[in-house]
C-alpha cells in the first residue's frame, strides 16, 4: 500500500491549490479515504472524508464552502481541492486510509503574503 501526496505549496492569501494523493496497493473503490492536516505542536486535523461507497463527503467546519475532496477510481487518485486559501489553512496535510491506518508521506501547504 503506497499513498503519495502532491500539489503543495506556498500561495498568497485568496488562492486556490489542488492537492493530489496517489494510491497504489489496492483499490481506491473498496475503501474510506480521508484528508488531515497538521501544524506544528498540534495533533492531526481531519479535514475532508468520504467513505467506500458514493459520497456524502465530510468537511472540517473551516473548510466547508472552500474545500472539495474527490477521487477518481479508475486513476486511483483522490484529490482535495482548496479555494479562497486563509493563513489558518498552513499546515502539512496527509493523505490516510483509515483501514489499517495507511499515511502519505505529508506535503506542505503554506498560505503566506
Known amino acids: 500500500v503506497s499513498l503519495v501526496e502532491s500539489g503543495g505549496g506556498t500561495v498568497p492569501p485568496g488562492s486556490s491549490l489542488t492537492l493530489s494523493c496517489l494510491i497504489s496497493g489496492f483499490s481506491l473503490s473498496s475503501y474510506a479515504m480521508r484528508w488531515y492536516r497538521q501544524v506544528p505542536g498540534k495533533g492531526r486535523e481531519l479535514v475532508a472524508g468520504?467513505?467506500?461507497?458514493?459520497?456524502?463527503?465530510t468537511y472540517l467546519d473551516a473548510v466547508k464552502g472552500r474545500f472539495t475532496m474527490s477521487r477518481d477510481n479508475n486513476t486511483n487518485m483522490i484529490y482535495l481541492q482548496m479555494n479562497d486559501l486563509k493563513p489558518d489553512d498552513t499546515a502539512v496535510y496527509y493523505c490516510?486510509?483509515?483501514?489499517?491506518?495507511?499515511w502519505g508521506q505529508g506535503i506542505q501547504v503554506t498560505v503566506a503574503s
Open positions: 490516510n486510509r483509515p483501514t489499517g491506518n495507511y
Open positions: 468520504f467513505g467506500s461507497i458514493a459520497p456524502p463527503t
